[in-house]
């Protein structure tokens, strides 16, 4: 396996690949699917038809997060695909809402594999070898065939604007596997994949999103938010804050002058004030610097806004990274 830089700039630059199996995936299933997923979560997924995507924010009724998930339509079903570990808690959430509607909500976590495929070249890799039609949005979701294998082929912007996951039965995760093994694809680490989502500036559900966390405090609002969906779960909050034009605290990268990688929980102060905590960091080769996703205040949060800490200078910086 390459080094971390050259991994980083295949999933950038090339073409990179990293099996991410395990990720959180759950299928919803019946005639009112699309009606009860609506009625849960910020974007508007009655809209979608088979092929498209979305971002979205789960909300309780507080209009909290409960959850950062990515939405992709297939002809006879929803799938919903997020951070690992989170079926447990996601499932129950919107089967408490479910009363008569024809919706069914299975857990496809160890049912599906999916493959991470990254990089400019991506694309053009999986044309040539994909049977069917690739995605045509920036969420999207096609089913056909790669090596002779029933997949899912998922365009999702993870780890650079040219990402993709294939999603297989986990029976056949070795065959893609193997596939890739035989292209000009560089193996990547589940290190190297973490700088590329921070770079990227892509939240975690769990690490940078917690129920603690209003929508619009993640700086997603014309990815993940419709403010003309009307009536869901959590609505007023999210229409509220919206009337109010801004929140106090929004998640920006951080690019740091020193060496230390900062460790999440990372708190940073300005005249005794704290105006910023990190929730994700690594080192990021492209930048030769410390990066970090942190919560930031209002009032410090303008790009180019240098924060002054004990592990030297931090730069307030849009992301994703041009």
Same mark, same amino acid.
């Given at each position: 396996? *390459?080094? !971390?830089? %050259?991994? &980083? @700039? ?6 990179g690949y990293c099996d991410l199996s395990g990720r959180t995936q759950i299928e919803l299933t019946g005639e009112d699917r699309s009606k009860v997923l609506h009625g849960l979560c910020t974007n508007d997924i009655n809209r979608l038809t088979s092929g498209d995507g979305s971002e979205a924010f789960l909300t309780n009724v507080q209009g909290k997060t409960t959850g950062y998930v990515n939405v992709f339509c297939r002809e006879a079903s929803l799938v919903i695909d997020t951070a690992p570990g989170l #079926? ?9 809402? $479910? ?6 909500? $299975? ?8 493959? !991470? +495929?990254?990089?400019? =070249? #991506? ?13 045509? %949005? ?16 998922? &365009?999702?912007?993870?780890? %650079? ?6 999603? &297989? ?5 070795? *065959?893609? $596997? ?11 680490? =589940? ?17 940078? +999103? ?27 909050? +999210? ?25 999440? @929980?990372? @708190?940073?102060? $300005? ?17 030769? #610097? ?8 209002? @009032?410090? %949060? ?5 924060? =002054? ?7 307030? +910086? ?5």
């Amino acid at each position: 396996m *390459s080094d !971390l830089a %050259s991994q &980083c @700039g295949a999933l950038r630059d090339g073409m990179g690949y990293c099996d991410l199996s395990g990720r959180t995936q759950i299928e919803l299933t019946g005639e009112d699917r699309s009606k009860v997923l609506h009625g849960l979560c910020t974007n508007d997924i009655n809209r979608l038809t088979s092929g498209d995507g979305s971002e979205a924010f789960l909300t309780n009724v507080q209009g909290k997060t409960t959850g950062y998930v990515n939405v992709f339509c297939r002809e006879a079903s929803l799938v919903i695909d997020t951070a690992p570990g989170l #079926a447990g808690e996601i499932i129950p959430a919107l089967d408490r809402y $479910v009363i008569r509607e024809d919706v069914k909500l $299975v857990d496809r976590t160890n049912d599906w594999a999916e493959v !991470l +495929v990254s990089g400019s =070249q #991506a694309s053009g890799l999986l044309a040539s070898h994909f049977v069917g039609s690739m995605p045509d %949005s920036r969420i999207g979701i096609s089913d056909g065939t790669i090596a002779h294998v029933q997949v899912q082929l998922r &365009c999702l912007p993870y780890t %650079s604007p040219e990402c993709f996951f294939l999603c &297989c039965d986990l029976s056949h995760r070795s *065959s893609i $596997v193997a596939w890739l093994r035989q292209t000009d694809a560089i193996e990547c680490d =589940q290190e190297a994949v973490n700088v590329a989502r921070i770079e990227m500036g892509i939240p975690i559900y769990g690490q940078d +999103v917690t129920v603690d966390n209003l929508p619009q405090e993640l700086a997603r609002d014309e990815l993940a938010i419709s403010f003309t969906k009307g009536c869901y779960l959590g609505q007023e909050t +999210v229409a509220r804050i919206d009337a109010l034009g801004h929140v106090n605290r929004r998640l920006l990268g951080l690019k740091f002058s020193g060496e230390t990688v900062p460790p999440p @929980g990372t @708190g940073i102060a $300005v005249d005794g004030k704290q105006v910023a905590e990190i929730t994700s960091s690594c080192f990021s080769p492209r930048l030769e #610097a410390p990066l970090a996703l942190a919560f930031v205040r209002q @009032g410090s %949060s303008k790009p180019g806004t240098i924060l =002054q800490c004990p592990l030297g200078e931090a730069e307030v +910086v849009d992301l994703p990274m041009r």
